[in-house]
């Protein structure tokens, strides 16, 4: 095989690039080495050319890369870090790119911490997977005809999205292939755990960013056939027969600890329509389904236990839904959590009438075990808008809490039976053809503790959990390319 790949770094100065250049060398596949400078009067490194860009990910970076990119592939290198390559890893990429015909590789690779090194697999790229912070790692190995012809077609000028714009742009001509090996090392700078880093995208110094990405998603699923445009079927709140306005679901399972709290949130609110509280109790075993019974005395709550015992959250919410005493809306609070005060419920049952939605998602705060405020903070999903919010939410990796429903769609869409990503999946559906209302005040307390699902996950139920999402993902995407080719 001959000399196959042009390669691009981020270059800060000669000391970081120095052992990442070496490596590369090393192959006998890399013809030539271009150091993406962003910083002005960069020293020049012996064997290879120092490329001025004003900022890494931007478009005119990537044009930059498209002019400058000669041979068969182009490699990007998206960290400041060392990259160890693996043994003969670039001669894998290459091989299995031309035999796979992809029009970009990327592949499973470790992370070095200090002296620790471990496993970081990525997972399979589908046709939804929108997300502008999906994983592939740090080496992304192009077709370079491939990547000159997606940087053709870009319309924008970016200034954080043209990395993101590239990948979509490639994607709509050609596969995204995944490399199941490990075939290099990058060293990882941000130890946070994986439940710190969910919330990054939501992080307000990072707004502008996230518009510039929703921009890029939006003109690709404008691209590919699936936008939607802001029309949506109205509701007239008219279904059924319902004996209460709203009912408050709980799935609960060994939750012993917060379960009481829930419920004196929920029996507190202040309404001025008949409501209850629906606890789909899973068959607890540490005390919950006592702990319940402590209230029985109020008419309001309604304490079911399954017959089935294969229920995941979602399943545990069909049956809530399904109860006939269940009101004409549908209210979330999950049994970790609590309501902020006692306008919550009111707060929510209004926004359907306010903004004519089969759904409402509201604001919440994260807070520790005591309910005293962490960071982030506020989480308020700002970017989601009337005219762009249903077609925003196949790039992002959440709605908000708490979640609401209209009950008869609810009922007639049914909820996933499964623990994690079922709320995720119930917005896009709904999306598709309603409108979804925003409450842009507090109205949640979201607990962070140590038994929480996501408060702190492995890299294997963090692939599984953004796996599922994407595949979520998939499945509305699709739905709706079908949907615009009957319109």
Known sequence: MGKFIQCFVPYADAAQVKATIEGLKSTDQVSDIFLLATTPDAAPVEGCVVLPVKSLNSTETMRAIAA????????IYTKYTTLELGMYALERMVRLAQDSGAGMVYADHYQVTGEKRVNSPVIDYQFGSLRDDFNFGSVLLYRTD?????????KTDYEFAGLYDLRLKVSQKASLV????YLYSEVENDTRKSGEKIFDYVDPKNRGVQIEMETACTEHLKEIGGYLVPEFEKIEFSAGNFEYEASVIIPVRN???TIRDAIRSVLSQKADFKY???IIDNHSTDGTSEAIDEFAGDERLIHIIPERNDLGIGGCWNVGVAHPKCGKFAVQLDSDDVYKDENTLKTMVQAFYDQNCAMVVGTYMMTDFNMNMIAPGIIDHKEWTPENGRNNALRINGLGAPRAFYTPVLRDIKVPNTSYGEDYALGLNFSRRFQIGRVYDVVYLCRRWDDNSDASLDIVKMNAHNTYKDRIRTWELQARVALNKTK
């Open 68 to 75: 400058h990119a000669a041979a068969e592939y182009t490699m």
């Open 146 to 154: 491939a990547l000159k012809e997606a940087v053709s077609r870009m």
């Open 276 to 278: 209850n509280l629906i």
């Open 255 to 257: 939750r012993i600890r």
């Open 178 to 181: 995944h490399i199941n090996e």
